[in-house]
């Protein structure tokens, strides 16, 4: 079995229990073409040039945005991975043991974003996301210029995967509530759907109010697989008299905090100097899907318990199993960050820390260390 998966947005193969870092051909060329209009335009508002003309705009002068990596498959010698950058999407396919100019481009488009790949064959499924918010699921096919999308609404559609022989596909679904003039308020949680090509239509497979499922995958077992999280709770409807006054104090405090957290979060620095002392008291926090994560103290509760592999992932952001019809919902794992089936139908899952195998009688054997491993894939 070979397994790679992403990492700190850097492409990983595992060979014999030890990762190895594999170059991306496109990302490597964006970051050069990058980096040398940076070299070439720095002048103008940087250094004693800048300064004796008095347009010296200081270090941040210029901020230009990193390639990233957006999703990941695999089959028999082949990879695919998705990039974004500087408003351009693409897919490129890519041999395990080949060198980055080896790379086949399968498209690059502006404005628009590649991610969740799921490769079979000749046939490629991936979500395709658009700057309105909304993504939907598309397909390329052999021999046929350009891709088919198959989903559409005010929603965003993500994670697919194929089922069966057929063409068919499943994917997780949420819809947008939007206010009149068009800006979202808020989404459903996500359902398992799947998309029959033969009668072209949806069927929700697993759908529940409380929780969001993502990842779905059709195991050997007949099964269905998917990642559980709990889903954001709508609040109260309506607003008091008292509501309606305090709404500005509330909405700039609001926004207050949730800067000083997110700064605090990522650069260990509060925005407030009053929370200087919070902050240092509590560094070990992590934005993960947009969850700021308590990834520190959750690890070392791990530990506590006994864990032989301790992750910094909620336990209630589980791996569960039920039919292809939702029934029979089993738990078979807590503390998930994403997973993959093996070829022989067994769960590798990433814990936050480390890449695991669930084991069929319930324990885990450890197949590497790896930080925040998104996108498995083994084959």
């Known amino acids: 079995?070979?397994?790679?998966?992403?990492?700190?947005?850097?492409?990983?193969?595992?060979?014999?229990?030890?990762?190895?870092?594999?170059?991306?051909?496109?990302?490597?060329?964006?970051?050069?073409?990058?980096?040398?209009?940076?070299?070439?335009?720095?002048?103008?508002?940087?250094?004693?040039g800048a300064r004796f003309m008095g347009t010296d705009a200081g270090a941040?002068?210029?901020?230009?945005?990193?390639?990233?990596?957006?999703?990941?498959?695999?089959?028999?010698?082949?990879?695919?991975?998705?990039?974004?950058g500087a408003g351009v999407g693409g897919i490129?396919?890519?041999?395990?043991?080949?060198?980055?100019?080896?790379?086949?481009?399968?498209?690059?488009e502006l404005d628009t974003g590649f991610r969740d790949l799921s490769l079979r064959g000749e046939e490629l499924l991936c979500a395709i996301t658009y700057p309105s918010g909304e993504s939907h699921i598309a397909g390329f096919s052999p021999g046929k210029k350009g891709y088919t999308v198959f989903t559409d609404g005010d929603c965003?559609?993500?994670?697919?995967?194929?089922?069966?022989?057929?063409?068919?596909?499943?994917?997780v679904s949420s819809g947008f509530s939007?206010?009149?003039?068009?800006?979202?308020?808020?989404?459903?949680?996500?359902?398992?759907?799947?998309?029959?090509?033969?009668?072209?239509?949806?069927v929700t497979l697993l759908e529940d109010e409380r929780h969001s499922f993502f990842r779905p995958l059709a195991g050997k077992d007949g099964k269905l697989y998917c990642l559980r999280r709990p889903a954001e709770?709508?609040?109260?409807?309506?607003?008091?008299?008292?509501d309606v006054l305090l709404a500005p104090v509330r909405l700039i405090r609001a926004v207050g905090n949730f800067l000083d957290t997110f700064s605090a979060a990522f650069s260990g620095e509060p925005l407030r100097s009053g929370n200087a002392k919070a902050a240092k008291k509590d560094p070990g926090k992590m934005m993960i899907d947009?969850?700021?994560?308590?990834?520190?103290?959750?690890?070392k509760q791990n530990e506590k318990k006994g864990e032989k592999y301790p992750g910094f992932i909620p336990s209630d952001w589980e791996l569960v199993r039920c039919d292809m019809d939702g029934e029979n919902l089993q738990v078979l794992a807590g503390g998930v960050l994403d997973y993959t089936l093996s070829p022989q139908g067994e769960p590798i899952l990433s814990n936050g820390?480390?890449?695991?195998?669930?084991?069929?009688?319930?324990?885990?054997?450890?197949?590497?260390k790896a930080h925040t491993a998104r996108n498995l894939c083994c084959w």
Do not use: H
């Not at 990302?27 to 103008?44: A, G, L, M, N, P």
């Not at 965003?156 to 994917?171: K, M, N």
């Not at 820390?353 to 590497?368: A, H, M, N, T, V």
């Open 290 to 299: 947009g969850n700021l994560i308590n990834a520190e103290q959750i690890r």
């Open 233 to 242: 709770q709508p609040k109260a409807p309506g607003m008091t008299a008292r």
């Open 353 to 368: 820390s480390y890449i695991l195998r669930l084991l069929p009688e319930g324990g885990k054997e450890k197949l590497c």
């Open 156 to 171: 965003t559609d993500r994670d697919p995967s194929f089922v069966g022989e057929q063409g068919d596909f499943l994917f």
């Open 60 to 84: 941040d002068a210029y901020q230009y945005d990193a390639c990233r990596l957006t999703g990941l498959s695999a089959e028999g010698d082949r990879l695919v991975y998705g990039f974004s």
């Open 92 to 108: 490129y396919f890519k041999a395990p043991q080949g060198s980055p100019e080896d790379e086949i481009m399968q498209i690059t």
């Open 1 to 48: 079995m070979q397994l790679a998966y992403l990492s700190e947005n850097e492409l990983y193969l595992l060979e014999e229990g030890m990762p190895r870092t594999l170059s991306c051909g496109r990302v490597e060329q964006f970051e050069r073409t990058r980096d040398s209009i940076r070299r070439r335009t720095e002048w103008k508002t940087s250094g004693a």
């Open 178 to 202: 939007r206010a009149e003039d068009g800006p979202i308020l808020g989404q459903s949680p996500y359902a398992v759907m799947r998309y029959s090509a033969a009668r072209q239509e949806l």
